[in-house]
C-alpha cells in the first residue's frame, strides 16, 4: 500500500548487527534522578540499561590510552568525541543481548545526535527527559557521597552550564518531531516513577498491539 504510515514504520525498525532494537534516550541534567528511574524501568520493563558516563568511567578504569584521554576530558568539563562514546554503547548493547535499550545520559549534543543516528542507523523510539532545576539538582549532587570525582561545586557548575548549552537543543530537536515525554524530576521518587510507568505502560501495550 506504501502509507506514510508504513514508511515511518521501516523507519522505526531500527537494526544493531541484523537484530531490531528499540532505544529511549534518557536526558536530564546531572542529579536529576535518571539512574534511579532508570533501576526502576529496567526491574519492571526488561529494558538494558545503559549509562554513557559509566561506561566511560569503566573505560577510564581500564587504565587504556583511550581511558586516560576520557579521563583529562571529564575533569575539564568538557564532551568526550562522539566516536569513542558512540563505541562503547554499540559494544555494550551488542554484548547484552537484549533488544531493548535505556541510553542514560546521551546524546549530550548536537553533534553525538547526529553521529549516533547515522552510525548505528538507530532513531530512538522516544526521548524521556527528567527536568528539574539547578538549584534541587545542585542540592542532591553535593548530598551525594560517592567519592566521584566530578562532585564538587566548581564541577557541578560546569556540568550543569554543559548539560543547558549543549542537551536542551537535542531535546528541542527530539521535542519538534513529538519525541519527548517529559518528566517532573523535581517531585518524590516513587511519585516521578508513577508518571514514569504511564509512559512506559503505554510503550509496551503499542509494541504488542
Known amino acids: 500500500m506504501g502509507s506514510a504510515t508504513e514508511a515511518i514504520k521501516d523507519v522505526s525498525e531500527n537494526l544493531l548487527g541484523g537484530k531490531k532494537v528499540a532505544v529511549v534516550f534518557v536526558l536530564g541534567g546531572p ?4 539512574g534511579t528511574q532508570c533501576a526502576n524501568i529496567v526491574e519492571h520493563y526488561g529494558f538494558s540499561h545503559l549509562s554513557a558516563g559509566d561506561l566511560l568511567r569503566a573505560e577510564i578504569k581500564s587504565g587504556s590510552e583511550n ?13 568526550v568525541p562522539s566516536e569513542v562514546t558512540i563505541k562503547l554503547l554499540q559494544t555494550a548493547m551488542l554484548e547484552s543481548g537484549n533488544d531493548k535499550f535505556l541510553i542514560d545520559g546521551f546524546p549530550r549534543n548536537e553533534e553525538n545526535r547526529a553521529a549516533f543516528e547515522r552510525v548505528t542507523g ?14 534541587e539538582m545542585e542540592r542532591r549532587l553535593l548530598g551525594r557521597n ?4 566530578d562532585d564538587n561545586i566548581e564541577t ?17 530537536y527530539y521535542d519538534s518531531r513529538e519525541k519527548v515525554k517529559k518528566i517532573d524530576a523535581a517531585k ?9 510507568k504511564v509512559i512506559f505502560s503505554s ?7
Open 67 to 79: 581511558g586516560t584521554m576520557i579521563q583529562n576530558m571529564i575533569k575539564e568539563g568538557k564532551i
Open 156 to 172: 557541578i557548575r560546569k556540568r550543569f552550564k554543559v548539560f543547558v548549552d549543549s542537551s536542551l537543543p537535542v531535546i528541542e
Open 146 to 149: 560517592q567519592g566521584r570525582v
Open 188 to 196: 518524590p521518587i516513587s511519585e516521578v516513577f508513577e508518571d514514569v
Open 122 to 135: 538507530i532513531v530512538p523510539e522516544f526521548v524521556l527527559f527528567f527536568d528539574c532545576s539547578e538549584e
Open 31 to 34: 542529579g536529576s534522578g535518571k
Open 203 to 209: 510503550f509496551a501495550s503499542e509494541e504488542t498491539a
